[in-house]
């Protein structure tokens, strides 16, 4: 990892236990780390295998969308950058093309200001898959949301960013924050489906609640 005049570059072989030791990142990316598997597990795990394993509830994902990460992709043929949020086209698909590697991910350094949170769910504490994660990012400045980002998990096919329910936050007095009106309309963006995980009944209910508890986290309050 190393600070850049445009944010910060992760090399893609960083381990997650590595990510989630550090204290000088955004909070939702080393939570959503420490979430993953077990201390073997995230010793040998790495950021860029968890993105490129492209997984709708890898505990990073929803995190990177937050953050407005983007990958560097190379291959013989050149070099391209894609957002986080194109990245992934599918459960466990990319537009990762043959021969093509994942040799850098990039957070702009507005990014790694302001306030952050991240929050999931599973049938156990630990090693555990997600059946449902939430991250959320604020600028918050007198008292006011001036900017926000916010991603959830396994909620629908790929880490969905909640486009709709930002651009009902922005603007808003934080003391002042209709909360059933955000939830609401984190309900109306994301599709789950049930599986041997969870039901989309269950998905749905414990979005909005995670959803609320990265909120109020991010907002201090």
Request: net charge positive; charged share 20%.
């Amino acid at each position: 990892m190393r600070r850049t005049a445009e944010g910060l570059a992760i090399g893609p072989a960083t381990t997650i236990a590595e990510i989630a030791a550090r204290s000088d990142l955004p909070a939702c990316l080393t939570q959503g780390a420490r979430a993953i598997g077990s201390p073997q597990i995230r010793n040998l795990a790495t950021l860029g295998g968890n993105v490129c394993n492209a997984s709708p509830c890898g505990d990073t994902l929803s995190a990177l969308v937050a953050l407005e990460a983007s990958f560097v992709l190379q291959s013989r043929a050149g070099t391209r950058t894609v957002p986080a949020e194109r990245f992934f086209t599918g459960p466990k698909k990319t537009v990762l093309a043959a021969g093509e590697l994942l040799v850098e991910i990039r957070i702009p350094a507005s990014r790694l200001a302001g306030r952050s949170a991240f929050r999931m769910i599973g049938k156990r504490n630990g090693q555990v898959i997600s059946q449902v994660n939430a991250a959320v990012w604020l600028a918050v400045q007198g008292g006011v949301v001036r900017e926000v980002r916010a991603a959830v998990g396994s909620v629908a096919p790929v880490p969905l960013r909640l486009s709709g329910t930002e651009r009902l936050l922005a603007g808003k007095a934080v003391a002042k924050l209709d909360l059933p009106a955000v939830l609401a309309s984190v309900d109306a963006e994301i599709a789950p489906i049930s599986d041997v995980r969870a039901s989309l009944e269950y998905r749905r209910l414990v979005t909005r609640s995670l959803f609320a508890d990265a909120l109020a986290e991010a907002a201090g309050i």
